[in-house]
């Protein structure tokens, strides 16, 4: 079987053996990529010391007919984000950024979208951006690349206008006028600024600024990422400091 090669981040690692290592790793061309670096662990091999957790890399590997694991050949390192080392809120959220991608993707399911919003999120971190505002803009492009993207213009029940009282589900698929919300045990009430901004953040401005917005938006968008994980990010209370 011929090598593929690939543009990745490396989102997870555990150690196999002595000297072996697998690795999870989100790439540009195929997605999520889960493979096995024999050898990993020496000083001396054709790692190039790119397993570090948030490292970018340039990798070789071989892909499993059988469904296994696949076989890495080759990681060079492209780029890393030391910053992140030392501002532990920013290493938080980089975290974050890497479990979301570790959990709620699935094998081989390309996405470059998400590929370059997590280097971009990784890079903003690194320059100083706000945690929160960058792990916001990040799972507004998550939930939108995996096919989640809150209906926020109307009712996500009945198709009614919803401008002043509103709620949100993530059950439900977006916002929900007030006749509907009351059926809706995941419901979150937002206010009408809170209502405004989000709709006004998933509308794409950048860069993401929650603003006083951000005691509303940041649970509503966690129960909504919790929803589609099917569980709430571990990460996810360190982010938001709760």
Known sequence: MPAEQALALVVRGT?????????????????????LAKGGRRLKSNFDCAF??????????????????????????????PVLRNDLPALYAGYYVAELLADGTQDYDPHPALFAAALDTLRGLGEGA?????????????????????????????????????????????????DCAAAAADRRW??????AAFRRLA???????????AGELRPALGQAVSYVLGRRPRLLGYVDGR
């Open 130 to 178: 706000n945690p929160q505002d960058a792990a916001t803009g990040f799972e507004l492009v998550w939930l939108r690349e995996l096919g989640y993207s809150p209906r926020l213009d109307a009712c996500a029940t009945c198709g009614g206008g919803v401008e002043s009282r509103a709620a949100f589900s993530p059950a439900a698929g977006g916002v929900l006028c007030p």
């Open 190 to 195: 937002l206010t009408p600024a809170g209502l």
């Open 203 to 213: 509308g794409g401005d950048t860069p993401v600024s929650l603003g006083p917005a």
């Open 52 to 81: 570090d957790l948030l490292s970018v890399c340039r990798v070789v590997f071989l892909r499993k007919a059988s469904g296994g694991l696949d076989l890495l050949t080759e990681a060079r390192l492209e780029e890393q984000f």
């Open 15 to 35: 150690d196999w053996s002595e000297t072996s290592r697998i690795t999870t790793l989100f790439t540009r061309e195929f997605g999520k990529v889960r493979a």
